[in-house]
T-cell receptor, first 112, second 114 residues
Framework: EDKVVQSPLSLVVHEGDTVTLNCSYE??????LLWYKQEKKAPTFLFML????IEKKSGRLSSILDKKELFSILNITATQTGDSAVYLC????????????FGKGTRLSVIA | GAGVSQSPRYKVAKRGQDVALRCDPI?????LFWYQQALGQGPEFLTY????????KSGLPSDRFFAERPEGSVSTLKIQRTQQEDSAVYLC????????????FGAGTRLSVL
């Protein structure tokens, strides 16, 4: 059974801290790994990763994939209160009609 | 439209009632997905449409759940004879191509069954 595990499940940090969120997976025929940010509204797309070792970056957020060790990390530097959200990791597989498999998410709380 | 639109945002139902949840995907998106998200959990797949064809309904938890997308655009998820365990957020997502493409989500419908 395909599985995606995120850690930690929750995290509280102070503004300005740097955080690292983890996502490990066990799937057959891996194709891609996606990160989403979910506040009290629609999950918003952050990154899609398909190749190992290539960092994707958007502002203070960055992510990288390790296909050998089957994990990805999402880094957020200089955190702000607006970064408080649940961060979801999802994995897609090569089989055309198979849906994304999501982890349970990491709840990040950034306090001033 | 600019994004995936879901309605209603909140729905309270008495146990045993039927409910219908609507999803309006991004214009031109071929694929549409429904997910169920329980409190503190990640979204779990329910069903997937490519245009009007329902290609996968393996995630529907029981035969009380039914989804349709008759014209390949708007989709409706119907739950018959709702039960308390159906209480969750129901998320809809759409993508330009198949499931391997980036999925864009709506804000969800929060269903509470009393």
């Amino acid at each position: 059974e395909d599985k995606v595990v995120q850690s930690p499940l929750s995290l509280v940090v102070h503004e300005g801290d740097t955080v690292t969120l983890n996502c490990s997976y066990e799937v057959t025929n891996f194709r891609s790994l996606l990160w989403y940010k979910q506040e009290k509204k629609a999950p918003t797309f952050l990154f899609m990763l398909t190749s190992s070792g290539i960092e994707k970056k958007s502002g203070r957020l960055s992510s990288i994939l390790d296909k050998k060790e089957l994990f990805s990390i999402l880094n957020i530097t200089a955190t702000q209160t607006g970064d408080s959200a649940v961060y979801l990791c999802a994995v897609g597989v090569l089989s055309g009609n198979t849906p994304l498999v999501f982890g349970k998410g990491t709840r990040l709380s950034v306090i001033a | 439209g600019a994004g995936v639109s879901q309605s209603p945002r909140y729905k309270v139902a008495k146990r045993g009632q039927d409910v219908a949840l609507r999803c309006d995907p991004i214009s031109g998106h071929v694929s549409l997905f429904w997910y169920q998200q329980a409190l503190g959990q990640g979204p779990e797949f329910l069903t997937y449409f490519q245009n009007e064809a329902q290609l996968d309904k393996s995630g529907l938890p029981s035969d009380r759940f039914f989804a349709e997308r008759p014209e390949g655009s708007v989709s409706t998820l119907k739950i018959q004879r709702t039960q308390q365990e159906d209480s969750a957020v129901y998320l809809c997502a759409s993508s330009l191509g198949g499931p391997q493409n980036i999925q864009y989500f709506g804000a969800g419908t929060r269903l509470s069954v009393l």
